[in-house]
């Protein structure tokens, strides 16, 4: 790092001029506050800005020699001034002078020699520990070289207390590693890629003419009917692969996929047990290893890039409409990334029609509201039915016609249609999930994944290598020493025990919750019906249901984050193996808790609330004197529709949007200001070179947070579409903001991950299987339970005189007398409604008082009981028999595709099979070229026996 002299006024206490300048370098190097402090204070000085104007490749993904490039960077901290330890007298006497120095830079008072003993045994221990990391990452270094990757260190960089290790990996290794890992590679044939029939290719490229506008402008090198023939690179086999331009034979996604596999097998003796990169990571021997970044995006002398492509054709709100680059996110991030956004893609394309019809069925019901019947019945103010409290002493009697809001909102959700729409969703699932299946096939074959394999090693995670070493060092030496030690079921045996407990009071605790918020309501209600504030009167349910919702939201989104680090604690607890066995655990607590935690005060207002209330005269009470909550007369689904709505728009908008952009560029300022550089000039930060600018990015941290809101909110859309047909919509809104936000993320705010083959979605897949076929189930139980379809089908053909809903509001009203209210729970108003009351009304199927079985259960609501289980098993069975037919009907892989397999596989073998003639001709006309240049005659030409050899060889092939 380059600095300044200080200034002619500044005092010194030295009078040698060469000890003045070897001090000063000395503060350069190991005081960096005293350098940050001079970089700071004076402009930008000339060197800087010679650097400034130097070629691209010094601030570039090179090195110092701006022609090999950095294929992975590694980071560590370096050692401050203050843990310097004194090796000799002498270098305690140099060591002090330095300090004095900084000292005296920084304004301070000038340091004594004789420092505190405790503070010097601190510092001592200080320094073995960074001693045994730098003798760590030396070991390491040198192993890396004999693998054969080429090293370069950067101690001076802008970033105080951070060195940089860049990484090389030249042709040799990248052939080598390749050939190990088995990575698939485009040789030079090319064969055309026919995408079906006449007819279906004359409609393929219709349509693609006509949605043109919509395709990212991503230059291709290649036609699209084009494709390469691939095959697992071989040093043996190079003559079949196109290596014209070994620059860029390895794309840069492949380069630091093979140093990251380098890195991961290299071992550090001095640590027994230390397997790798991920090791010395989890030790801080090293603070972190990534792949860089192309190069800028923003810029006049940003220069073309993928990054940059990416960034203008994906990650710009400009091209919302646009479909996503896939290509090219995968050929920048690797398989895995670009599976997910080919996924969200997809399911982002089927929320359209499920939107559209959302819509209408939602449009039908606003249309047909002035027409229903029971809703103009509970509006029209002839009908003076009394109602029943709503709760204990402090609410009195009320009028049905005040609910007629509630009645007619509640029919927009609560119509014939819904059932339609339920069906209609059931089946879009099941054609959402074999769309994504021929999807997946096609890039697979695309992307050369189809004979891709799980086989490959998954190296033991650093953590379980730790346990094993220290159980190890437990165990009698008399142990054999050719058995592996490992971990056994009852050494985690503790932390399954723990898991479990810690899961179950987890969800406890979302329970617990969900009843306070029931509290909450019951006492609120009551508050209001007391309150002496006519407007604190005049709309008491609205009130209480969007405050509750709210109340549930916030909870919601505490609660996911608190159950995210707990899901990850007890993973960690629990030691998993391998990183596939850790992802895969901490997938499966996750979703638990954060689906338990979403859903559970949904599941209550849909199936439990109003159900469990009793009757006038014998309500069921909890915790003392708090009486369970009713529905309105209309039923539960419009709070069921509320607590969906804010729940959506809430937790999209917050949680997964804000927070995906808001703590990304937290956690950057925040980097930035513990590294000291926040005040560098704009023209200091600007040649900043490009593993600089990386460092203060946000760590990778990985797919499956991602993958866990989008799972969330297809079971938001699935499993409570009857009673909310506007969800589709919501999601299809957000998902099209949700796209570019990751996008922007990953291409700005995160460091490049390292790229991860996979060859589909892997666990996500089976839990949206899952969610599917709960989602038929409970919309089945939504319409027959939640919602007044059966009843109102029941008395239309049962019970109705003339076949019509007329006299259905009065059909489901009870009668209540007064008089067998209990002991201090009848209203304290009585006279409220200016007239005595003796008869009450209240929603359900019972007999009435002057019946000989007062206030038992009628036979109307066995009646209705009974349809409405029939209805549950009618439905379910019929709409999963026609999920399973669709299921059936449409093939998971295209019948184009499936023929380009067939005929690859032919060309491949074809292939071959030419190289094995090539080589059989080679070594006969050697032979034969042999055989006819030997000395048998001093005047032999050689011409012609040649000639003649090549066609004897031809023909006896």
């Known amino acids: 790092m380059k600095t300044s002299a200080p200034s002619q006024g500044s005092m010194s206490p030295l009078n040698s001029e060469s000890t003045r300048r070897r001090l000063e370098g000395g503060a350069a190097s190991h005081c960096p506050s005293a350098a940050v402090s001079v970089l700071r204070a004076t402009p ?25 490039r950095v294929d992975f960077v590694l980071t560590y901290s370096i050692q401050k001034p203050n843990y310097v330890r004194r090796r000799s007298s002498k270098s305690s006497d140099t060591n002090f002078l330095q300090r004095l120095w900084c000292s005296m830079r920084n304004s301070r008072a000038p340091l004594q020699q004789k420092e505190d003993p405790e503070i010097a045994a601190q510092e001592q221990r200080a320094d073995y520990h960074e001693d045994d990391k730098r003798f760590r990452r030396e070991e390491f270094e040198e192993n890396l070289r004999e693998m054969g990757l080429e090293l370069e260190k950067d101690e001076g960089s802008k970033i105080p207390g951070v060195g940089f290790v860049k990484v090389h990996a030249p042709w040799s290794v990248l052939c080598r590693e390749a050939e190990f890992m088995k990575l698939k590679m485009p040789t030079k044939k090319v064969y055309e890629v026919k995408q079906g029939s006449n007819l279906v290719e004359q409609i393929r490229l219709f349509i693609h003419k006509v949605t043109d506008p919509l395709h990212p402008k991503v230059n291709a090198n290649r036609p699209q009917n084009v494709k390469s023939l691939s095959h697992p690179f071989s040093r043996e086999k190079q003559h079949l ?49 990534f792949p860089l970044h192309d190069g800028d995006i923003e810029g006049v002398n940003a220069e073309p890039n993928d990054r940059k492509l990416l960034y203008e054709q994906w990650a710009s709100y400009s091209v919302f409409y646009k479909y996503q680059p896939i290509g090219l996110i995968r050929k920048y991030f690797g398989e895995k990334v670009g599976l997910y956004f080919a996924w969200l893609g997809v399911y982002t394309q089927m929320l359209i029609p499920a939107a559209i019809i959302g819509v209408i069925v939602f ?102 290598e730790f346990r094993v070493m220290q159980k190890a060092m437990k165990q009698d030496q008399s142990l054999p020493k050719e058995e592996k030690v490992k971990l056994t079921c009852t050494d985690r045996l503790p932390a399954y025990l723990t898991s479990v407990v810690m899961m179950g009071f987890m969800i406890s605790v979302t329970f617990a919750i969900v009843f306070g918020v029931i509290l909450y309501r019951i006492s609120i209600k009551a508050a209001l019906h007391i309150s002496t504030y006519p407007a604190a009167r005049s709309n008491i349910r609205a009130t209480v249901k969007t405050t509750a919702a709210i109340i549930n939201l916030i909870v919601i989104i505490i609660l996911d984050e608190i159950y995210a680090a707990i899901a990850r604690w007890l993973t960690i607890l629990e030691v998993p193996k391998t990183d596939k066995s850790f992802e895969e655990r901490l997938i499966f607590k996750t979703f638990i808790l954060k689906f338990v935690n979403a ?70 300022l925040l980097r930035k200001r513990k590294s000291e550089v926040t005040s560098l000039q704009e023209e200091e930060v600007k040649i900043l070179k490009r593993y600089e600018k990386d460092h203060f990015l946000g760590p990778f941290a990985g797919i499956n947070p991602e993958y866990m809101e989008m799972i969330i909110q297809f079971g938001m859309v699935t499993l409570f579409v009857a009673s ?52 038929v189930i409970v919309n089945a139980f939504v319409i027959a339970f939640t919602s007044d379809f059966i009843p109102r089908l029941v008395y239309q053909y049962a019970y109705s005189p003339d076949s019509t809903m007329h006299g259905f509001v009065n059909h489901t ?41 007062p206030y038992d259960l009628s036979k109307e609501f066995w009646a209705i009981l009974a349809v409405r289980l029939a209805f549950v098993i009618v439905f379910q069975n019929v709409v999963m028999l026609m999920s399973d037919f669709v299921d059936w009907l449409i093939p998971d892989i295209p019948k184009d595709i499936s023929l380009q397999i ?49 066609i004897h060889s031809k023909a006896s092939w």
């Not at 109602?387 to 002493?393: A, G, H, I, N, T």
């Not at 891709?452 to 090693?457: A, R, T, V």
């Not at 099979?913 to 001709?921: A, P, V, W």
């Open 241 to 289: 692969f196109d290596l014209s331009d070994r620059d860029t034979f390895f794309d840069s996604k492949t380069r630091s996929s093979i140093v990251y596999e380098v890195l991961k097998r290299t071992r550090c003796t001095k640590a027994k047990y230390s397997m790798g990169i991920t090791s010395l990571l989890a030790n801080s021997v090293y603070t972190s290893a």
């Open 724 to 775: 909310f047909p506007l969800a589709p919509l919501f999601a299809l809104l957000n998902n099209i903001i949700e796209i570019r936000l990751d996008a922007k993320k990953f291409v700005m705010e995160l460091r490049r991950p390292i790229a991860a083959k996979a060859k589909d979605i892997g666990i996500w897949y089976n839990l949206l299987r899952g969610l599917s076929k709960v989602a």
């Open 813 to 853: 009203l009870s009668y209540f007398n007064v008089s067998d209210f209990q002991k201090g729970t009848a209203p304290l108003e009585p006279m409220h409604l200016h007239y005595k009351v003796q008869i009450c009304r209240y929603k359900d199927y019972r007999e009435p008082p002057w019946s000989s079985t």
């Open 902 to 950: 067939h005929k690859e596989k032919i060309l491949m073998v074809e292939l071959f099979m030419k190289e094995e003639q090539g080589k059989r001709l080679a070594v006969q006309d050697n032979h034969n070229q042999e055989t006819c240049t030997s000395p048998s005659s001093d005047d032999q030409s050689p011409s012609r026996p040649r000639s003649h050899s090549v």
């Open 44 to 68: 930008l000085s000339q060197p800087m800005k010679t650097l400034y104007n130097e070629d691209h490749q010094q601030l570039g993904p090179f090195f110092s020699d701006g022609q090999r």
């Open 599 to 668: 859903f559970t005060p949904i599941v209550y207002l849909a199936f439990f609330r109003g159900r469990l209330v009793g009757r006038p005269g014998n309500y069921l009470y909890v915790v003392g004197s708090y009486r369970m909550e009713e529905c309105a007369h209309a039923g539960c689904l419009m709070e069921l529709c509320i607590q969906l709505c804010i729940t959506m728009l809430g937790k999209q908008l917050i949680q997964n949007n804000l927070f995906e952009i808001g703590i990304p560029k937290l956690k950057k």
């Open 363 to 464: 449009l039908y019901g606003c249309a047909t509201v002035d027409d229903n019947i029971p809703s103009m019945e509970i509006c029209d103010p002839r009908n003076n039915i009394t109602m029943c409290p709503l709760c204990d002493r402090a609410c009195s009697y009320w009028k049905l016609v005040t609910a007629c809001g509630t009645a007619r909102a509640s029919h927009l959700f609560d119509n014939p249609a819904t059932v339609f729409f339920s069906i209609f969703m059931a089946l879009w699932a099941v054609l959402f999930m074999e769309h994504w299946k021929r999807r997946q096939m096609r890039l697979n074959y695309v992307w050369d994944l189809m004979g891709f394999g799980e086989e490959e090693e998954d190296h033991n995670r650093a953590e379980y």
